[in-house]
């Protein structure tokens, strides 16, 4: 790459424009190299008097700049590399606040991380109003805290509260939102943007007017009071409380970041303000949390020029697809596929389930409207992208259907080969079952080749995962179609081979089966929930996950497993009485916990336990036996799917996998990455503990019994 075309001046008159292309990469991005490159460029623009004004601008589709190079970040180990970079950006972005003339961001497309903390070193910024603009400072979902003057400079822009807002949670804002909290000047049409900045350049240079630096002014009384000395120890206390219940103490980076800012809002000194600011960024970076948050950005980065076969096979062209069945999960298919610019053509048998389909989407692009994240021309395009009906019409145009009617082998074999009948030859036909055997399914199709699993996870439209299921007769082609387009829909595709639960489920029914023998030896549904979402890092526990699945799901699920995994995987004796009780989960507002008649949870339904034979819990059993009988359970499980069956290829697609279809927390790295912090030999030694004390189910697998003789890694 050279660096002196990536970046240059073209200048425009008095007015410097610095253009931002990085050759040969697709985002403009901060590696040492760029930033002394713009270094030498503010060093000329200084010595040179025919300037009056500068604009940086990107000459990249959708992109200002994407932030620091990640690549650079995760190549450093110790907190002397990252001193080292943040210095160095430090005084960069100084040089920029300090050049004697204005410095304009003329901001198109991601602005974010670094990119943002260089407009924050600006003068001035302006905005175009398009979706593509996106304004902030994600690096705590890294792990890190802003490290080029962000946590300094952000707050003084937009106040105190909208800064801790954004950094905080990791946040980007759109364009008319930046305007709102004064992160940007000014907002215009992206294709005035590069005349309305060099405009703003001239009537400066014209006005005689130079530097400004933006400092916020609390405009009504609530904001001064939040501004004031009384009132922003009340605004850290309270964000301090916000980011404890999101984070339970796992994620170190929120809570530095809150203390870098509480210790410089609003000091003078700049150079001791940014001196903070790195302590605080290298006590966070050289974080485990960080290092494994940073591997999944790179794991699900990878996915991304992955093609789910072997070099050299092309998946088939997608323009429209058919869904079949349109309730929960085929309404959700149908909204992330036309949502992403993929015609939808729906199917159903009743006409009540169609409407909802439609519902379920249009109601999404509503919220989408309402937040001003969509316009209401783009909402009515996508809309239209949907059509449905009763029967198979317009299905000999599509590239793709995706099954996703009742969980019923038959009926389902069935309508595969009466679908086929009606598509072209070389559509691919997907199975959207989470429990039923691909290949078996396969056989309904006059083709099978052309026939392959699609597994999407619930809610559709906010769950990344899909895995791809390889049937014993599934194409090459059928599979890599099938990938590129879950990645055209958005989501992360991981391929798996057929068998019972593919991969995530695989991991997680023995785990929630765990979590009802817990409840069987005692332990409270309260305390076992807590134990997983506080301690693990859980998004939720067990029960409550039972309960959004559904019971009657569950326990048809688990019996399935236990025919064809064995002793393994070991049937709960509540389990048969939950049926009985009617005890559905909260789709009928009765499971583990109790629902009102909008679905909120209304707290634990103490009845269960009566109901279920067990008497009062007495939660005898330490939290460290809580979670290691679930967590454990999966890792041994999965030890079998990985080393002996080769369900997936690698330890990194089973993390993937586990983050991206059941939240398992990303700051541990996933489920094998934890694994190898905990070690093989502590793992399998305290399993063969419970099989003696609870039964063969925790037996150790014959692949972890032989990783533990030598304590061996996944990874
Ligand atoms: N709900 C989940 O959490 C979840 C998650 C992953 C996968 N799945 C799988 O997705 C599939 C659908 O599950 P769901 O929860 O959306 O079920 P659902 O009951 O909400 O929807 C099924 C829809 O299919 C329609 N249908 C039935 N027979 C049909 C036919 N012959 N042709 C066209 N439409 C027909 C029904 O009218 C209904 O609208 C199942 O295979 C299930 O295992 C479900």
Redesign the pocket.
């Known amino acids: 790459m050279s660096v002196q075309e990536s970046l240059k001046i073209v200048p425009q008159g008095n007015v410097a424009v610095i253009e931002w292309d990085l050759v040969g990469e697709k985002v403009n991005k901060m590696s040492s190299p760029i930033m002394a490159r713009f270094k030498e460029l503010l060093q000329e623009i200084q010595g040179d008097s025919r300037y009056g004004a500068v604009v940086l601008i990107s000459r990249k589709a959708n992109i200002f700049i994407a932030g620091a190079d990640i690549d650079e970040i995760k190549s450093m180990k110790k907190a002397d590399d990252f001193r080292k970079a943040v210095q160095a950006g430090h005084e960069i972005f100084n040089l920029v606040e300090d050049l004697k003339i204005p410095v304009i961001a003329a901001i198109h497309g991601a602005c974010l991380g670094g990119g943002c903390e260089l407009a924050l070193a600006c003068d001035y910024r302006v905005a175009s109003e398009d979706p593509a603009t996106k304004i902030g400072l994600p690096e705590v979902k890294l792990g890190i805290i802003p490290g080029f003057g962000g946590c300094v400079r952000l707050p003084r822009v937009v106040g105190l509260e909208a800064a801790l807002d954004i950094i905080l949670a990791g946040k980007a804002v759109a364009a008319r939102k930046a305007a709102k909290i004064g992160l940007v000047d000014k907002v215009v049409h992206p294709s005035i943007l590069e005349e309305q900045a060099l405009e703003l350049a001239r009537s400066l240079i014209a006005e005689g007017k130079g530097k400004r630096r933006k400092s916020y002014k609390p405009a009504s009384p609530v904001d001064k009071f939040k501004d004031s000395f009384i009132g922003r120890p009340i605004v850290f206390k309270m964000a301090g409380a916000a980011v404890f219940k999101q984070t339970h103490g796992h994620y170190p980076a929120p809570p530095k970041a809150l203390e870098v800012i509480r210790r410089t809002y609003g000091m003078g000194d700049r150079a001791a303000a940014l001196a903070i600011e790195a302590d605080g960024f290298c006590e966070v970076a050289v974080t485990d949390v960080s290092r494994h948050l940073i591997n999944v950005f790179f794991m699900t980065e990878a996915v991304k020029k992955k093609t789910g076969v072997a070099s050299g096979v092309k998946p088939l062209p997608i323009r429209a697809i058919g869904v ?8 959700g298919i149908a909204y992330v596929a036309a949502d992403k610019g993929v015609e939808v053509r729906m ?4 006409n009540d ?1 169609l409407a ?2 439609f519902e379920h989407a249009r109601s999404i692009w509503d919220k989408l409207l309402k937040k001003r994240r969509i316009s209401q021309h783009e909402l009515t395009q996508r809309m239209n992208r949907v059509t449905g009906g009763l029967d198979y019409a317009g299905f000999g145009q599509l590239d793709v259907v995706i ?5 019923d082998m038959k ?2 074999q069935r ?1 595969i080969g009466e679908t086929a009948s009606k598509c072209k030859p070389d559509c691919i036909i997907a ?6 055997s691909v290949s078996e399914m396969g056989k309904g199709h006059p083709n099978p080749e052309n026939f392959v699993g699609m ?4 809610p559709v439209d906010k769950m990344p995962l899909v895995e791809v299921i390889r049937g014993a007769r599934t194409s090459d082609v059928a599979v890599a179609t099938i990938f590129e387009l879950s990645k055209k829909m958005g989501k992360v595709p991981v391929v798996v081979k057929d068998g019972p639960g593919f991969i995530v489920n695989r991991l997680l029914v023995p785990y929630l089966l765990e979590a009802m023998f817990l409840l069987e030896d005692g332990m409270s549904i309260e305390t076992v929930d807590k134990a997983y979402v506080e301690g693990v890092g859980m998004p939720m526990g067990p029960f409550r996950l039972i309960d959004e ?2 019971l009657d ?1 569950c326990v048809k699920v688990a019996k399935i497993f236990h025919e064809s995994l064995g002793a393994r995987i070991e049937l709960p004796p509540a389990l048969d009485k939950f049926g009985a009780a009617g005890r559905l989960g909260k789709k009928n507002g009765k499971g583990f916990y109790k629902y009102d008649e909008r679905g909120k949870s209304q707290g634990v339904d103490e009845s269960i336990y009566g109901e279920l034979g067990l008497g009062s819990p007495t939660d005898k059993l330490k939290t460290s036996e809580v979670v290691e009988r679930g967590i454990f359970t999966m890792i041994n499980e999965a030890s079998l799917a990985l080393i002996e069956e080769r369900v997936v290829e690698t330890p990194e697609e089973v993390d993937l996998a586990m983050i991206m279809g059941t939240g398992f927390p990303p700051f541990r790295g996933g489920l094998l990455r934890y694994a190898d912090s905990v070690g093989t030999k502590n793992i399998a030694d305290t399993l063969e503990r419970y099989a003696i004390q609870y039964g063969v189910r925790f037996k150790p697998s014959k692949p972890l019994a032989n990783m533990a003789k030598t304590d061996r890694k996944f990874y």
């Open positions: 079949l069945g349109a309730g929960t999960m085929g309404g199917k159903d048998i009743s389930a909802k389909g099954e996703a009617i009742v969980e009926i389902k309508v199975t959207n079952t989470s429990s039923l597994h999407f996870f619930n699945v559904g799901v």
